[in-house]
């Protein structure tokens, strides 16, 4: 069966395709996903720190790093007698330095 009616026409105007998103779009694109997963990448740290603020004597090192990066920001004569005890409890190197910095500006912010 044949279509009744009149046939339709395409008519090819240009033969560029400008739809691409070229050097400078592909650099943009980039750099927004590169600051959007920084942006998130602090969120959820942040939300870490906050959620593992309790844990600094947990068994996770992780943990233990969200904790004490989440008393670095609430300096307090009892945050820093807790530290001292983590920094004489800590088995590893690495977070034993860490809560030593933090015990450090502490005790020199409380003086």
Do not use: C, I, N
Not at 3 to 32: C, F, I, K, N
Not at 35 to 57: D, P, T
Not at 90 to 110: D, H, T
Request: glycine share 12%; no cysteine.
């Amino acid at each position: 069966m044949r279509p009744t009616g009149r046939r339709r026409r395409v008519v090819v105007v240009g033969t560029q395709y400008h739809g691409g998103v070229g050097a400078l779009g592909a650099s943009r694109l980039a750099a927004l996903g590169f600051f959007s997963g920084l942006a998130l990448g602090v969120v959820v740290w942040s939300g870490q720190q906050e959620r593992y603020r309790h844990g600094l004597f947990s068994r996770h090192p992780l943990r233990r790093l969200a904790a004490l990066g989440y008393l670095s920001g609430h300096p307090s004569a009892a945050t820093a007698r807790l530290l001292h005890d983590y920094v004489r409890w800590e088995a590893r190197p690495v977070l034993r330095r860490r809560g030593k910095q933090v015990l450090r500006r502490m005790e020199a912010s409380l003086q």
